[in-house]
Every structure is written in structure tokens, then in C-alpha cells.
């Protein structure tokens, strides 16, 4: 039996935290995610910082996330500490997706290659089938170019972390 698709959206940003900005990103990661894989998408937002991404990276997963994507976090500001927060969590990257991601954004503006963002794989354990995370820019450019390389993908990555054939 298949495990559901289920997707989390996490926005990191320490002024959309605080209800100081509004969250534009965010809602563009649902509104693209439910459009294209046609799943209920869960929209979370933390502060800045590598502790909060991580915390909220697992508790997507103990929810039984199978994709998880970040938004924001992923530049060289001060408080930008995303993929350091992602990192822990993987247990195996996949840089050629995270490159294609900054092409794809670097197509629209060269500012696409400053973006640190990891995409990886976190392995089957415990009762969970297993996820993609992915971290995209925080400017609603970079979550759709980014989404638009990632999404298609999506389903083969899940069916090879089940052990689906190279097909």
C-alpha cells in the first residue's frame, strides 16, 4: 500500500513571525503544491534561525510529511541559518537539484546564485515512508522558479526512497 503525499510549507522569516510582514511566499509554495501534485498542503511559519528550521523540518516529518518545503532563510543576511538548520535532518543530499533550482532562478535574476538552499532526502525510519526537503528563496521569484524544477520530480524521488525501480 502507498504511504499519502502529504506537504508541509515552511516560511522562515523572523518579521512574517512577529505579524510584521505579510507572508507572500508561503501561500504562492501552497497555492503551486496543491495545483500540481492535488494534495491538502500545510502552511507553517518560524523565526530565523537553524534551531527553529530544524524543529520545524522534524515536526513536518512526525506529522508524516513526505515533502517539506522551506522558504526564506536561505541567503547570507545575519539571521539567514536555513540550510544550516536543514542539514541535520537529511540524511542525503541532492545537490544537482539544488543547482538546477538557483539555474532556474538564475535565468529571471543573477541574485538566484547568492541562494544557499539545500534539497535532500531523509531515508525511511521509524513508521515514516521517508521525504524530500527542499529550501527555496524567500521571494515569491524564487519559490516559483524553484517549485517549477522541484514539483515534477517529486513523485519519482518518493517512489525511489520506497524502492522503486530506476525505471
Known sequence: MQTPLTVTVITVSDRVAAGVREDRSGPLALELATAVLDVPVDLRVVPDGADAVTGAVRAALAR?????????????SPRDRTPEGTAPVLDRE????????????????PHAVLTRGLVGVVDAADGHPGAVVANLPGSTGGVRDGLAVLLPLVPH???QLGGGDHA
Open 94 to 109: 541532492l545537490p544537482g537539484v539544488a543547482e538546477a533550482i538557483r539555474r532556474a532562478g538564475a535565468e529571471q535574476t
Open 157 to 159: 524521488l518518493l517512489d
Open 64 to 76: 508524516g510529511s513526505r515533502l517539506v518545503v522551506t522558504t526564506g532563510g536561505t541567503g547570507v
